[in-house]
């Protein structure tokens, strides 16, 4: 690092709680994205990471958050996994001009001056996800997630595209985040018999669900993962050692999965992280003290279009649908990059043709 200026980088990840395997997986690409920058000649900087861990508490990424930003030189932030703890420390950011780079798939309908969002919005992993799904699988959906943002806006979201294209919600129902009661969710499942279910729980709540599926498929073949797939877009690889056999057969939708051609990252979120790193140091290179500059004007005097949009400050991504075989996540269908959308201003789903009842 001789001669390189440097740069401190906060990293906000919880290495323990419920969520910790995706931050350990986001953990592992900024550390060697910062390790390649460091090495990296044609590099003028150096990056410090600085690290704070709120150990799976809510109530801790916010006073953490505003620790790196006035007691370090960090101006810019890796962290948070769940969409709760991004919008604890969006305050923090406005009020302190700190930029937060975000790593893992959200729910959209989110756009922050203080945010670049480096991993998929729903139109670049429910929507395609559902439309492979419906005409593949049959238009019949069961929906679960964790009560909070995420879940309620993805069963949001997929009701309405369900809805939309003709097909039924047979049932919802969402558990208080790390619950592991499923017990009322499968039996609601054996009761509807639907055609596939979207599981948006995160954490130990999938993973307990998850198993009972798997149990259950191997009772009564209709819930066997051929013909009642579950669906997600939040399981990655850095899961599927928490999940073990119940994997098998699931499918989920992202950016990248382990074995494709660019990186040779192990999950999605790995590769989103690597990802910031990398667009952070091509941001700062050559600018001295342009890591002091507030987000947009980051972008507006950055050499290069670059990856992010300086109008919703998502990136481009491909869509990747994989099933897990044999314990790998093997592609079914891919889609080209897609510009994040994420007020899904041009999507453009055609409405189901009305539904009219002779009356007297």
């Known amino acids: 690092m001789t001669g390189k200026r440097p740069i401190e980088l906060g990293l906000l990840y919880s290495r323990s709680g419920g969520y910790s395997l995706f931050a350990e997986a986001c953990r592992s690409g900024a550390a060697a994205a910062i390790a390649q920058v460091n090495a990296d000649p044609l590099f003028d900087l150096a990056f410090l990471p600085v690290e ?10 916010a006073p953490l958050c505003e620790d790196l930003l006035r007691n370090t030189g960090a101006r810019h932030i890796l962290g948070c996994v769940t969409s709760s703890s991004r919008k604890e420390v969006i305050p923090v950011l406005e009020k302190l001009g700190g930029t937060l780079w975000y790593a893992l798939p959200y729910e959209g309908f989110e756009a922050s001056d203080h945010v670049v969002y480096t991993h998929a919005c729903p139109n670049q992993h429910l929507l395609p996800l559902l439309d492979w799904a419906l005409p593949a699988h049959g238009a019949r959906a069961y929906l679960t997630g964790s009560n909070y943002i995420w879940g309620w ?12 294209t003709g097909g039924e919600v047979v049932g919802e129902r969402c558990l208080p985040l790390g619950s592991t009661e499923v017990g009322r969710i499968l039996d609601e499942i054996r009761a509807t018999r639907p055609a596939f279910i979207l599981n948006n729980l995160v ?35 850095a899961e599927l050692p928490a999940i073990g056999p119940a994997a098998e057969g699931l499918v ?15 999950s999605s979120p790995e590769a989103a992280a690597h990802a910031a790193v990398m667009e952070l140091a091509r941001l700062l290179n050559g600018r001295p003290g342009a890591e002091a500059l507030a987000l947009p004007a980051l972008l507006d005097r950055a050499p290069g279009p670059g ?29 080209p990059a897609l510009p994040g959308d994420p007020y899904l201003a041009r999507d453009r789903t055609p409405s189901a043709p009305p539904q009219l009842r002779v009356v007297s």
């Not at 949009?309 to 889609?335: C, N, Q, S, Y």
């Open 153 to 164: 806006e993805m069963n949001r979201l997929a009701r309405e595209r369900i809805t939309a």
């Open 252 to 266: 989920s939708a992202g950016p990248y999965f382990r074995g494709m051609a660019a990186g040779g990252f192990g």
């Open 52 to 61: 704070r861990d709120p150990g799976g508490d809510l109530d801790r990424y």
């Open 203 to 237: 954490g130990p709540s999938s993973y307990e669900f998850l198993a009972r599926m798997h149990r259950l498929a191997g009772t009564e073949p209709h819930f066997a993962p051929s013909r009642c797939p579950i669906l997600s877009c939040n399981l990655t690889e």
């Open 307 to 335: 990856m992010i949009d300086r109008t919703t400050h998502h990136t481009a991504l491909p869509v990747v649908i994989a099933r897990v075989e044999g314990g790998i996540f093997r592609p079914v269908k891919t889609l």
